[in-house]
């Protein structure tokens, strides 16, 4: 069955950078554009960037855009997201999944960014 397993979330301070994965099985990762979401306390799920298959074309949310980056390696069936120059407001579990999504979701990872 699909997988979607999210990592690489932790503390960091504002200003900081984390680096989140994505790590996929049970469809054909290449045929499929990914989006990271995320989720904060009390808030709905958002989206946050989106990458096509074959990374020729990215968008991000306006919150996030010149700060993220979203990038996949098909060969690892994996989707990254590159978090430079975070904010408080960047707080939140990140998750990652097809686009459009799959009615299933992963864990997600937490982010945290406070001093």
């Known amino acids: 069955q699909v997988q979607l397993v999210e990592s690489g979330g932790g503390l960091v301070q504002p200003g900081g950078s984390l680096r989140l994965s994505c790590a996929t099985s049970g469809f054909t990762f290449g045929f499929y554009a990914m989006r990271w979401y995320r989720q904060a306390p009390g808030k709905e799920r958002e989206f946050v960037a989106g990458?096509?298959?074959?990374?020729?074309?990215?968008n991000y949310a306006e919150s996030v855009k010149d700060r993220f980056v979203i990038s996949r390696d098909n060969a690892k069936n994996t989707v990254y997201l590159q978090m430079n120059s975070l904010k408080p407001e960047d707080t939140a579990v990140y998750y990652c999944?097809?686009?459009?999504?799959?009615?299933?979701w992963g864990q997600g990872t937490q982010v945290t960014v406070s001093a």
């Open positions: 999944n097809q686009n459009p999504p799959l009615s299933s």
């Open positions: 990458i096509n298959r074959n990374s020729a074309f990215t």
